[in-house]
């Protein structure tokens, strides 16, 4: 599913997300959403999020349950 789709997000949902400090070298954090940042129905970079951990980043994949 497409990270940049504000539909495909939902809380609960288990992503990778790439972190403002790691956006030069991609790095990945794994996690689980819990609130969702981004009110625009979609985002070029990614919708912003908020992992149970208290993390904020854009989801760049959707991962399998």
Known sequence: MD???RANIKPGL???I???EDQRTGDL???YVQ???TNSP?????IKV????G???????????
Not at 50 to 53: D, K, M
């Open 14 to 16: 288990h992503v990778n």
């Open 50 to 53: 908020r992992l149970e951990t």
């Open 29 to 31: 954090t794994e996690g």
């Open 35 to 37: 609130d969702i940042l």
């Open 55 to 65: 993390e904020v980043g854009r989801v760049k994949e959707i991962l399998e349950s």
């Open 18 to 20: 790439v972190l403002k």
């Open 3 to 5: 990270g940049r789709k």
């Open 42 to 46: 979609n985002h070029p970079h990614g």
